[in-house]
Antibody, heavy 120, light 108 residues
Framework: QVQLQESGPGLVKPSETLSLTCGVSGYSIRSGYFWAWIRQPPGKGLEWIGS???????YYTPSLKSRVAISENTSKNQFSLKLTSVTAADTAIYYC?????????????WGQGSLVTVSS | SSELTQDPAVSVALGQTVKITCQGD??????SSWYQQKPRQAPILVFYGRNNRPSGIPDRFSGSNSGNTASLTITGAQAEDEAEYYC???????????FGGGTKVTVL
């Protein structure tokens, strides 16, 4: 059974960098699939942040591309999200998830989500 | 454009059928996927592609596509189907993923 679990600070100061890690169990991230980050501001809808292929290629949403980086730590079977220069607008529940491809994107496994609040 | 449009809310009587729609240019080229999200829970995939339902999802959930519109139908809605439903697809302007704004389904 594939499981994903987000971890990281729940509070980040404005202008600093948000860093989250997604630990994956039950499947090796190097074996296949894409590994994604999605966020959801309180009371609002879902927003795709970006995805990383199993070979390390990355794809980001245009509105965040200048501030975001997704990377892998294959030795720990984890992938990470870094979002720089955060503001209150980046306050959200951050989810990590898996999907099979970029043509038909079906996010079949999700983490439980990690609430990150941006505040001084 | 890279937008998906959903009706904000819809209601259905217990045991009846409800159809949730999602409109967007990208749906003319790419299949959609549908997610159910209950309060304080992560989304779960309920339908995707031309005709794919993940294991464990009841067969009362079905999907269809026509032109720039994708639909999710719940046939015989149950109380536990009350949730927010989001559509998603690849964006038409490149390697990106887009979500609709969500439809709140209330089961009366």
């Amino acid at each position: 059974q594939v499981q994903l679990q987000e971890s990281g600070p729940g509070l980040v100061k404005p202008s600093e960098t948000l860093s989250l890690t997604c630990g994956v169990s039950g499947y090796s991230i190097r074996s296949g699939y894409f590994w994604a980050w999605i966020r959801q501001p309180p009371g609002k809808g879902l927003e795709w942040i970006g995805s990383m292929s199993h070979s390390g290629s990355t794809y980001y949403t245009p509105s965040l591309k200048s501030r975001v980086a997704i990377s892998e730590n294959t030795s720990k079977n984890q992938f990470s999200l870094k979002l720089t220069s955060v503001t209150a607008a980046d306050t959200a529940i951050y989810y990590c998830a898996r999907h099979e491809g970029l043509f038909l994107v079906a996010l079949d496994y999700w983490g439980q989500g990690s609430l990150v609040t941006v505040s001084s | 454009s890279s937008e998906l449009t959903q009706d904000p809310a819809v209601s259905v009587a217990l045991g009846q059928t409800v159809k949730i729609t999602c409109q967007g240019d990208s749906l003319g080229s790419y299949y959609s996927s549908w997610y159910q999200q209950k309060p304080r829970q992560a989304p779960i995939l309920v339908f995707y592609g031309r005709n794919n339902r993940p294991s464990g999802i009841p067969d009362r959930f079905s999907g269809s596509n026509s032109g720039n519109t994708a639909s999710l139908t719940i046939t015989g809605a149950q109380a536990e189907d009350e949730a927010e439903y989001y559509c998603s697809s690849r964006g038409s302007s490149g390697n990106q993923v887009i979500f609709g704004g969500g439809t709140k389904v209330t089961v009366l």
